[in-house]
């Protein structure tokens, strides 16, 4: 598979990690001062779509553990809010399941995305990738 870099800095994985670890953790503590009320799932998309599409799959399941780690623990300091004690653990077996789901189709659709670029630059008959020359030539028709 061919991937191109738009960028080249070694600094750039790291950072989109701790930033996506650092926002999971504020979602959760605006989770915990939103009160159970609120569901904010769709915000914690955010960080495990961006750590998911610039570093990688594994990347990705780690901000959606924390993601998830991160709502049950503001649902478990509201434990007093629910009926049952495992409804928390419940909900967040969920809910992490569907950051893993979602971590899964982004990165499948990255490597779907990545492979379509490199198979418009190929030739089908011969699967090679054309001569940059041949690419810009142009003919000229003359009339005679």
């Known amino acids: 598979m061919i991937k191109e870099k738009i960028y080249d800095n070694k600094y750039l994985n790291p950072f989109l990690i701790i930033l996506s670890f650092i926002l999971s953790i504020m979602i ?9 009320e609120l569901a904010l799932s769709l915000f914690y998309l955010f960080p495990i779509a961006l750590v998911t599409w610039n570093v990688g799959r594994g990347a990705g399941i780690i901000i959606s ?13 509201m434990l007093n809010s629910f009926s049952n004690i495992m409804i928390p653990f419940l909900n967040e077996t969920f809910r992490l399941i569907v950051f893993l789901i979602i971590t899964y189709i982004i990165f499948e659709l990255k490597n779907a995305l990545e492979k379509h670029k490199a198979l418009a ?3 089908p008959l011969t699967s090679q990738v054309p001569d940059s020359k041949r690419k810009s030539k142009s003919y000229q028709i003359v009339a005679g």
Request: proline share 4%.
């Open 121 to 123: 630059g190929t030739d």
């Open 28 to 36: 959760g503590v605006i989770r915990f001062l939103t009160g159970p």
């Open 65 to 77: 553990i924390t993601s998830a780690l991160s709502w049950l623990m503001a649902d478990l300091m």
